[in-house]
């Protein structure tokens, strides 16, 4: 039996059509539309898990509504270069199995 493999096979398995950056920092939510579920949500802090040119997938002490717009802020670690704010929509909400966090996927519609 012969096993037939191209070079794409072989060396690309990310399925995803930008490259995703690892982050891990502390971020800020704020919904910008009342959406079912998420009245109260004002202002909350988050943790960036990684970032690419159209998402974001954070880590969340509370569920969020999928469909929510939210703007998103990621400060800077240098005064030179400016915070990172987005507007976005939350198109996937998975709690964690060990333990009380959720995580959340977060389309960018808008860098602001």
Do not use: W
Not at 52 to 67: C, I, N
């Amino acid at each position: 039996m012969r096993l037939s493999m191209n070079l794409s096979n072989q060396f690309y398995t990310e399925k995803r059509g930008f490259i995703r950056m690892r982050m891990e920092t502390e971020a800020k939510l704020k919904a910008l539309g009342c959406s079912e579920g998420n009245h109260t949500l004002t202002s909350m802090s988050v943790k960036c898990i990684n970032l690419s040119s159209t998402g974001v997938l954070l880590e969340s002490k509370k569920s969020l509504t999928e469909g929510s717009l939210l703007e998103i802020t990621i400060p800077s670690e240098r005064e030179d270069f400016p915070d990172f704010i987005a507007e976005g929509t939350v198109i996937r909400v998975t709690q964690k199995p060990t333990d009380e966090l959720y995580e959340v996927a977060l389309k960018i519609d808008k860098i602001m």
